[in-house]
């Protein structure tokens, strides 16, 4: 690590969920220029190397081409086709899967009619693919890769082998969403240093926090290229992380424990009961179970009602007045 680290500490992460597979990461403090090192190469990694499924192809019956329709579809068959690549899918192995779209009842029809296998999962069933007449039938097989990347449609018909598939454009990443930014943050008297924050939305099949920690493997590894034994080490001019995460703990454990503040207003109580305690000085949940029975009933405006009230609402959290 960077030799200021000795100084300003270890770079905390902190993890916001703003949904399921939405989560903003934000990484400080950091040296000057390093939020946009690192958030610019995991920006990219996410982008490109992370591995997910979509369909690769489709055969339909009595279709050979895409600039077909089928009797009874409100949608052509190229509208199918960019409709089925909006289908998020989760796949274990990486062999080739079949799955398969059978459908002859009228109204629409989403991803939710396809007949998925054991090793297929899809993250989205809601999405659309077109709507049927009454006595209209609709028959696919689609086919399910994993990969990395992004695959032209013009790319796979060239290696293709299977005849009457029509080959879509592959989008293998999960990674919906990913924007960083870089603002500037403060130690003591430093004011230049950097705060990174990292947006990464999927699309399921892999949490937010899994595709970080795999673009971070990514990087690794190619950086230990660079880390051969021979390499010239100047140590006096790089922190050891072991030796700044043992000083931060020991800092820490000197520290005077902080006592909990929680405000009795949580508890409920009645006006008058609430005046008699604040005027009382008691203005936590923590002081109150610290207190008598004597002690409360020597307060100004408390009285037997009061104390039963406060015993009630004590009772609730699982505490109680003092004995002693």
């Known amino acids: 690590m960077h030799l200021i680290q000795e100084i300003i500490g270890i770079p905390k992460i902190k ?111 809601d999405q659309y693919i077109t709507t049927l007449d009454k006595g209209a039938e609709l028959n696919m097989e689609l086919r399910v890769e994993k990969g990395v990347g992004y695959v032209t449609a013009n790319i796979r018909q060239r290696e293709e082998t299977i005849p009457n598939i029509i080959t879509l454009d592959s989008v293998y990443s999960p990674v919906k ?8 943050t403060r130690v003591g008297q430093m004011t230049n240093l950097d705060k990174l924050t990292l947006e990464i939305k999927t699309n399921g099949s892999i949490t937010p926090e899994d595709a970080m920690k795999f673009s971070a493997n990514i990087l690794q590894s190619y950086f230990k290229l660079f880390n051969e034994e021979n390499m010239v ?71 037997r009602k009061a104390l039963g009230e406060v015993a009630a609402a004590l009772e609730t959290r699982g505490l109680t007045l003092s004995e002693e």
């Open 233 to 303: 080490i100047e140590p006096e001019f790089m922190s050891d992380i072991n030796k700044i995460m043992t000083k931060q703990q020991e800092e820490e454990q000197k520290k005077p424990a902080q006592e909990s503040y929680t405000p009795i207003e949580i508890l409920g109580f009645s006006p008058r009961t609430l005046n008699a305690l604040i005027n009382g000085g008691i203005g936590s949940v923590e002081q109150l179970s610290r207190c008598t029975e004597s002690k409360l009933t020597n307060l100004r405006g408390f009285g």
């Open 15 to 125: 993890t916001v969920k703003i949904a399921d597979n939405h989560v903003i990461f934000t990484l400080t403090p950091l040296p000057p220029g390093y939020g946009v090192t690192l958030g610019n190469a995991l920006r990219r990694v996410l982008l490109s190397s992370i591995p997910g499924a979509c369909l690769t192809g489709a055969k339909i019956k009595n279709v050979s081409h895409e600039y077909s329709t089928v009797k009874g579809a409100k949608d052509s068959i190229l509208d199918m086709m960019l409709n089925l690549k909006l289908i998020d899918i989760k796949k274990i192995s990486k062999d080739p899967s079949w799955i398969t779209l059978n459908v002859s009842k009228e109204g629409v029809v989403t991803a939710a009619d396809i007949k998925t296998t054991s090793d297929v999962e899809i993250m989205n069933p």
């Open 177 to 184: 969403k990913i924007r960083y930014d870089v603002e500037s």
